[in-house]
């Protein structure tokens, strides 16, 4: 693959003896779609399939546990034992078909591991419980540390057995080896603790173990978070100086990233929303500078441009696409075919991916349903022309419609508004939310080069339904902001979040939102950014809690910043003119409002389920409209529902992640069609 416009991209580079066809990397990403032994599933195996066949040049597979007491995740794979063989063996195979190397990450949880994943105490090097996980890890012994550096050693062994190309080893975000490079998490007095020289010890005794089992010649890199961004935590002069020291060991190359979990709601371990685009830059280029080895940079790198002007400039020698590559493993393809506007951007939303995986979920992408689901995604045939309505154009009628239109239906989608979108459309206007102007973007943009008929200002009822024929409906219409009645309701003016958002409703200050959840808090910097006195008042403990970890802290500190005044433990109970009443825990008080705005959550609409149902047309539910819920559980049952309709096989792994009724036991191909009424 060549591409003149991005020739550093696609140019001949090197990791120690390998030449991988271009320089993008598939960074390690946990999935859970291993199996309870660490095993590759099929699943697994055509994920990587599908990724390998849009061109990366190298992949590394995730951090696989090289022992079950630093198991990190519940379907983490493992290196650990010898019946992960055979399934590592097919994902070597998966992605070697295309030409892509084959790196494996080797992986000790440590104090990070929680025993409810490892079923046994972290360890650790010293007693020193991590601040998230908050579990008492054993405080290893020397005689232990010998025993997990042999496992390494054994890990990279089979990794060697089995046909990978090479190894990482995982020494950053604060796992095991971090732990002891870094004096945050290693208290330790005899020879692994205390100086630099002693904290590298452990890494340094990995490779040489890892070394060992592989031989000269097997490259082996080495994962760094080049900054941990906490008190006693490394910093990228410490990183300096271990990459030196590993460059000196033999290490082929160095993965530079940032962040443990201690850290990772400051947002540069994986860069969310609002995050700049190539926030590891600089990191990547200091190391670089430091050393002649090759250096690989990662997060939140996502155009092409961006990508060339790295390599260009020497910041680094391999450019690592995680997410965007989730969002589109074709971006390799595309690229090099000139292709660029066709892209589908990672969004940062976080949602599908890595808020998932802390939930011990699978790992999903809200851009992208079909990523972790390429198997089923595969069936994604056999509308031929036949009719499809769907009800709503917010994000899960769209993706339905998208889906729906790829499977070969006559799509139409009716939207009771002016313009596509639903609540995409308010999402997009808080300050830092762009990613859902994005989505929104790529959705029309594909209704319309898939031609699906959009009728807007379409409010229709069920003779209109019947009237188009259709073979079955989809209804997503959402969900409408709550607005309870108050006493003195008719005294104020009362709006909603998504009416700020929207900007269809006016608002004059003072401004008391009601709701602190993520919603609220979000209306509350939109206002403050645009100059008004906000409260905001959170009957519960906390503000914006329903926040993605990493959006919140840094929505918190810019909320602080703005001067926004944020009342926990206080719920609104009456208005007056010019005032509002808020009950505290311990009393009763006015504040001065003009405008109160509700960011109180949804409730779903429903009103054509009923009558559709009883007119004996085929209708199915999803979206909001099932029960108010993320965009990318929207996104996904938009477009399973086509696969569903079409009896295409959905595991019931995948049933489950959504929480759908068994299959359908009709087929939308049979004669007389008869789909479950609701999911
Ligand atoms: C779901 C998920 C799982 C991840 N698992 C790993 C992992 O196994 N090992 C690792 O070193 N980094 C892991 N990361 C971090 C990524 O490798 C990468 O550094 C990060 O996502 C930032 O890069 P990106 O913006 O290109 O996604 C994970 C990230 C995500 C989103
Ligand atoms: S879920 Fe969101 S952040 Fe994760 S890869 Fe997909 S678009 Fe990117």
Known sequence: MKNSSFPRIFSAGHIGSLHPKNRLVLPPIVRNYADENGCATPRYIAHIERIARGGVGTIILEASYVRQDGKGFARQLGIHDDIVIPGLRKLVEAGRQYGALMGIQLFHGGRQASAKTSGTQPVAPSAIPDPLVNEMPHELTTEEITAVVAAFGAAAERAKRIGFDFVELHGAHGYLIAQFLSPFSNAR????????????????????????????SFPVTVRLSAEELIPKGLTIDDTVATAKHLERLGVAALHISSGNYATYAQGTMIPPMAMADGVLIPLAAKVKQAVSIPVIAVGKLRTPEMVENILEKGHADFIALGRSLLADPDWPKKVAAGLCTKLRHCISCNQGCISRLFAQQ??????????GREQAFAKLRGGVGRPLLIIGGGAAGMAAARWGAKAGFRVTLHEARSMLGGQLIAAAAAPHREGWGALRNYLISELDRLKVDIRLFSKLDVASVLREKPLAVILATGAEPMRPSMPGWEEMHVVTGRDVLEKT???????????????GAQTAEYLAQNGHDVTVLEAEGDIAIDAPTDERAL??????????????????????????VVLSPHETRMLPADTVVFCLGSQSVTDLLAPLTESGVPVRVIGDAVKPRKVTEAIAEGAMTILDLLGAPIDSALR?????????????????????TTV
Request: proline fraction near 7%; charge should be negative; charged fraction near 25%.
């Open 555 to 580: 929505l918190l500190a810019r909320l602080q910043q703005l001067g926004v005044k944020l009342m926990s433990n206080t719920r609104l109970i009456g208005m007056a003119l010019g005032n509002v």
């Open 189 to 216: 007095k005899d020879e692994y603790g205390g100086s630099p020289q002693n904290r590298d010890r452990f890494l340094e005794e990995i490779y040489s173990a890892v070394r060992q089992e592989v031989g000269e």
């Open 656 to 676: 489950e992640e959504l929480h759908w009724p068994p299959p359908a036991d009709t087929k939308i191909a049979d004669a007389k069609i008869k789909v479950p």
């Open 362 to 371: 699978s790992v999903w992408c809200t851009i992208n349903p079909e990523a």
């Open 505 to 519: 409703a006016m608002h004059r200050g003072p401004i008391v939102i009601a709701g602190g959840g993520c919603s």
